[in-house]
């Protein structure tokens, strides 16, 4: 069993800050790659017919049994994986109002990203880029841990395969749903 609280931020986590890594996204044209999803699919986020693509980024979530690894809580911008795709899960029905498909994204395995998303019970899939195509592609922000490369935490909304609003660097962990959800309101 875990020491800590899965499901909260605390409050005296180190904030990341803007180190301009998701300035050049706005724009930019997501490139024609196949992502697995924990819905089994394969998704090309460049051909997602919806009016708007939302795609959270977060590092790597954890799981109730075990604690989050050594130093984790030091690392600026990296804890709190599991409230932000529960913030995401509980704004998915107005996203959806807005025109919105949802899609986690993060470099771990499908599998590893299968149990947390049917222990989150998240009602839309979340995209494996374990072999960091998408994030090459699109030079997204990473930081690395052990061996571990993995996405710093950020939201990009879509229109047709390009990027139009980024929510970068997100702090707290759970503030980007609610931030892309006003986005999305604001443009009707």
Known sequence: MRSDDLHSVPTNLPAPVDDGACAHLVGARVPPIELPATDGSRVRLDRVATRFTVVYAYPRTGVPDKDAPLGWDAIPGARGCTPQNCAFRDH???????????????????TYQREMATRLHLPY??????????????????????EWTLLKRFSLVLRNGVVEHVVYPVFPSNSDAPAVTSWLRERG
């Open 92 to 110: 998915h029905a107005e996203l959806s109002a807005l025109g919105a498909s949802v899609f986690g994204l993060s470099t771990q395995d499908t």
């Open 125 to 146: 899939p979340i995209l494996s880029d374990a072999r960091l195509e998408l994030t090459r592609a699109l030079a997204l922000p990473t930081f690395v841990y052990g």
